[in-house]
């Protein structure tokens, strides 16, 4: 059984920085792109950034500039640094993982974590 799990969730100023965490864990072959999404109540869910397994990434134009992501390979981990906080930012926050869970399965999986709350309010 795969599990992400999101940790970094907080409320902050505006302007302020965040670092939000996800873990990886259970049975786990092979990670491919990670990412992180975010969702406010009623609203559809919404790309944040992805990262391949060889570090490319990709933003969101709302978070090009401001946002950072990364991940760590052997821990399976993915990171996403917030800078410059706008209230507009206040969502929870989900990762997402494209993951093999075992070698002879061929092709991977989309996993998800259950959310951490980012509330950005002064």
């Known amino acids: 059984q795969v599990r992400l799990v999101e940790s970094g969730g907080n409320l902050v100023q505006p302007g302020g920085a965040l670092t939000l965490s996800c873990e990886a864990s259970g049975s786990i072959f092979s990670i491919d792109s990670m990412g992180w999404y975010r969702q406010v109540q009623g609203k559809q869910r919404e790309l944040v950034a992805t990262?391949?397994?060889?570090?490319?990434?990709n933003y969101t134009d709302s978070a090009k500039d401001r946002f950072a992501i990364s991940r760590d390979n052997p821990t399976n981990a993915v990171y996403l640094r917030m800078t410059k906080l706008k209230p507009e930012d206040t969502a929870a926050y989900f990762c997402?993982?494209?993951?093999?869970?075992?070698?002879?399965?061929?092709?991977?999986?989309?996993?998800w974590g259950q959310g951490t709350q980012v509330t950005v309010s002064s």
């Open positions: 990262i391949t397994s060889d570090g490319v990434t």
């Open positions: 997402n993982a494209e993951i093999r869970p075992y070698i002879w399965v061929p092709y991977p999986r989309l996993f």
